[in-house]
Each structure stands twice: as structure tokens, then as C-alpha cells.
């Protein structure tokens, strides 16, 4: 009953994010036909930024009330006071950095984009702590009308600023305004009265500490490729490389993490029996991996139709960043997972070992590909990094929750087989479709279908089934 209860959070959580890629996807081909990759380029610089700060001073308060046994008045005002502390914090540091980042980028409309879009993580801040309710009962649907009401403001807000020739303006206004509307919107779904206290900060204390400390590493993680990017090369390869690795996300940001984030909950459910938390973490890891090997597959080898068709010809050299850089993110899912039992187990040092490992190979492999082959040898070197990364990942596991390095791989070798014979599938058919002329949308739609048909009958013959029913929603592998 927990599965399915957890199943049905998720599903909640992965239509969310669905709904939100598709409004996402609209502003961005509206955004994208009309702006510049220069544009994208400075909306990135400043995201940057304001992204690390936001990142580094995460306060994980949804997070740390999930995990107690139970939570009063007293810690939702303990979790709202820091929620605000945070955004003042937040606020003075984007603010005071905000000039001198501007003259080392040297782009002085660099200051005003960045304290406009500080609005973002600062009004975040100020959400209702009750909505942490919903994610203890496995409940999601809250979240998913809280998201698509951002989303879909911030969305046309964003619109009406590019039709009216705001520029690269439009791209600060739909990350504002989609923050701004949620927090309003929380009230209305999880009714709070706000309250300063810190009568409860020895709950969150313990956990806070490793896990900021693990934001910290985190934040320069996934922002080093872009500081090196933007102040190697041009404002315009900055854009075509950050519009490549956001198309690049999709899978992990819109289906797999949000269906992984009832996960935490339901593993803090059975830490006391950890042969429960091994099957649960084989199966989560193992659905997470069948959805995110075949998508990241499917972009890579699909990723000039869809640039084509997605942003336009002017998009045109970004196809062959985005190929590469949907490999890289293949293995992340299984981090997610991981992410989510440490924390459930309350082995938060796990995330910070693991963030620190990747900061350090990043710094190097990142580096050398920029010095080897610019843009296009940074996205090599992240395919590499992460191939990497998931050996740590796998001994981590190990040392975790004591399974082998064998009997995890063992665990995903027919979704990687099926992988397989799917990418053979699509290359094949795209071969063979390379002098027809065929309309891209018709082509895209073909080798969608055949890559979907070649991975589906191949789980099948390998006896993998999905069982659903009487409260019981399961992955099951019958071979």
C-alpha cells in the first residue's frame, strides 16, 4: 500500500513537471524564435549567479520536516523564520555581487538583470512551511496546481514582454514571476499563519549542516560549466551551449526527479528495516534508469530534428552540443535515488562526499576539454565525468546499504540491453531515411515510434511487466 501511495505522489509530481516542460517548452520556442543565442547567452551569466547563491544558502525545510516522526505549529515557524533569514541573506549577497560580476563579465547590463531575477529565489522564501503536509501524506496534487499556476503566469508574463520588445528582459520575468505567483498560491493550498520562532532549530540544525554544505559543492557543480563557457568564449556559444543543456534536462527535472520525490518519504517510512530499504531502492533506481537511458538516447540521436523544430535554423549549431550533452545526464538518476535514500537514512555526509568528488574531477576534465576543444570539449568531458561519477555512485550503494557492485549492475543490465536495441533501431531507420528529404516533423515522429516499439518489445521478451491494480502499482521482472 505504501508503493502504490507513493506511486500515486508521484504521478502527481510527473504530470506536474510534464505540464510545466510543455508550458516551458511554449516560452521557449516563443523566446527562442524572437531572441538571440547573445540573448540566451546573458540570461545565462546572470542565472549563473543568482543560481549558485540560491543553491549555497538552500535551506532544506521541506525536506527536514519529512523525516521527523511528527511536526507541530512550532516547527512550520521554525522552518518559515529561516525561509526568511534565507532570503535576506540571499538578497544582500546577489545584491553586493552583482556589480563586480558584471566588470569581470564585462557586460554592464549584466547588474540589473541579476538584482531583477534575485526576485526569484527571495520570494521563494516566503512560501507557506504547511505545504510540507501534503509531501509527509504522500500527497502531490497541491503541488501540481501550485507549479502550473506559477508556470502558466510566468508564462504569459513572459510573452507579452519579448511581443513587446523587452529583449532578453523576458527571460527574467518568466523566472520571477513563476516564484512569486507559487508563494502567493501556497497560502491559498496550505492556509499558514506566519509566525517568527526558532524554538525548533536543534531539529533541523544536524541536518542543515552537511546538507548545505553539500548545496555548496553542488551549486559549483552544475554552474562551473557555465562560468567557463561564459568567460572563455562569446555570449552567443554561452547561449547555444545553455539552451543545449537545458533541452538536454528534461528527462531528470520534468519525470524523474519529481517521481522520485515521494521516494524520500516512503523510504523514511521503512528505515527500520533496511532488507525493505534494499528492494526499495533496487526498484526505484531500476524505473528511474528505464525512463532516463532511452529518453537521453532518443535526444542524442534526435537532436537536430528537434533543435530544427524546437528553435529554429538560427539554433542550428547547438544540435551537436545537445547530442553529446544528453549522454551526460543518463547516469544522474541513479544520484537522485541515492540522494534520496541518504537522507532518508540520514547519511547526508554521503551527498557532500559525493558533490566534492564530482566538483574536484569537474575541475579538471571540464578544463581540459575547454583548452582541448572549446564548447565541444567541455560537453565530451561531461560525458566522461559522468560515466565516472556512476562508479562512485555504485560504491557508495555498496557501502550504504551493503549491495554489490554486481548485483546493482545485474539489476540494470535488461534496461540497458533494451537501450541497446533500441538505439541500433533508430540509427538504422535514420540511416536509412538520410536521402528520402522527409518533413522533419514526419521523420522525428517515425523514429520516435520505432525507437519507443523496439525498447517496449524488447522488456517484454526479457519478461519485464508492469503490474497495476487492487492498490498495486509495480515493475515487475518475471524472467
Not at 554544505?213 to 552544475?222: H, K, Y
Not at 566534492?356 to 565525468?385: E, I, K, N, P, Q
Not at 541497446?420 to 528520402?436: F, S
Request: proline share 4%; with cysteine; glycine share 6%.
Amino acid at each position: 500500500m505504501l508503493a502504490f501511495k507513493a506511486v500515486q505522489g508521484a504521478s502527481w509530481l510527473v504530470f506536474s513537471r510534464f505540464v510545466g516542460r510543455i508550458i516551458d517548452f511554449f516560452t521557449l520556442l516563443v523566446l527562442a524564435r524572437i531572441l538571440s543565442p547573445s540573448d540566451f547567452g546573458l540570461a545565462a551569466l546572470a542565472t549563473s549567479l543568482v543560481m549558485i547563491v540560491d543553491t549555497v544558502l538552500e535551506v532544506p525545510v521541506t525536506q527536514a520536516l519529512v523525516r521527523l516522526p511528527s511536526i507541530d505549529k512550532s516547527h512550520l515557524d521554525t522552518g518559515f523564520t529561516l525561509g526568511i533569514i534565507r532570503s535576506s541573506v540571499i538578497a544582500v549577497i546577489i545584491l553586493a555581487a552583482a556589480y563586480p560580476f558584471a566588470l569581470f563579465n564585462h557586460e554592464t547590463q549584466l547588474l540589473p538583470v541579476v538584482a531583477v531575477m534575485a526576485l526569484g529565489p527571495v520570494a521563494r522564501g516566503f512560501a507557506s512551511p504547511a505545504m510540507v503536509k501534503f509531501a509527509r501524506q504522500l500527497g502531490f496534487r497541491q503541488t501540481f496546481i501550485l507549479e502550473l499556476s506559477g508556470k502558466l503566469t510566468a508564462s504569459i508574463a513572459a510573452t507579452i514582454v519579448v511581443i513587446s520588445g523587452g529583449g532578453y528582459w523576458a527571460i527574467a520575468v518568466n523566472s520571477v514571476i513563476a516564484s512569486i505567483v507559487s508563494s502567493i498560491a501556497s497560502y491559498v493550498l496550505a492556509p499558514y499563519r506566519p509566525a517568527l520562532a526558532l524554538s525548533r532549530l536543534r531539529d533541523f540544525a544536524s541536518f542543515i549542516g552537511w546538507f548545505s554544505s553539500a548545496q555548496l559543492v553542488s551549486a559549483l557543480n552544475w554552474q562551473f560549466d557555465r562560468f567557463l563557457v561564459g568567460g572563455l568564449a562569446d555570449r552567443a556559444t554561452l547561449g547555444r551551449y545553455a539552451v543545449a543543456n537545458d533541452v538536454a534536462v528534461i528527462p531528470t527535472q520534468s519525470i524523474i526527479g519529481p517521481a522520485l520525490q515521494p521516494v524520500m518519504a516512503a523510504f523514511s517510512q521503512i528505515r527500520s528495516d533496511r532488507n525493505r530499504v534494499k528492494i526499495a531502492f533496487l526498484k526505484a533506481a531500476r524505473f528511474a534508469m528505464l525512463i532516463s537511458i532511452p529518453a537521453c538516447i532518443g535526444i542524442s540521436l534526435t537532436s537536430d530534428l528537434a533543435t530544427d523544430l524546437l528553435l529554429g535554423q538560427k539554433w542550428k549549431e547547438a544540435a551537436p552540443l545537445l547530442s553529446i550533452l544528453a549522454l551526460s545526464v543518463a547516469p544522474i538518476p541513479y544520484f537522485q535515488t541515492l540522494y534520496s535514500v541518504s537522507l532518508a537514512l540520514d547519511r547526508p555526509n554521503i551527498i557532500f562526499r559525493l558533490n566534492t568528488t564530482d566538483l574536484l574531477l569537474r575541475l579538471v576534465l571540464l578544463s581540459l576539454g575547454f583548452y582541448l576543444g572549446s564548447v565541444m570539449g567541455v560537453s565530451f568531458a561531461r560525458v566522461a565525468l559522468s560515466f565516472l561519477m556512476f562508479g562512485f555512485y555504485l560504491n557508495e550503494v555498496r557501502k550504504l546499504l551493503g549491495l554489490g557492485i554486481g548485483e546493482q549492475l545485474y539489476n540494470l543490465w535488461k534496461v540497458g540491453f533494451a537501450a541497446a536495441v533500441m538505439a541500433t533501431a533508430v540509427w538504422l531507420l535514420r540511416d536509412e531515411l538520410a536521402g528520402q528529404q522527409l518533413n522533419h516533423v514526419v521523420e522525428l515522429a517515425l523514429v520516435v515510434a520505432t525507437g519507443v516499439a523496439a525498447y517496449s518489445v524488447t522488456l517484454l521478451l526479457l519478461g519485464m511487466r508492469l503490474i497495476a491494480g487492487r492498490g498495486r502499482l509495480e515493475l515487475i521482472d518475471r524472467a
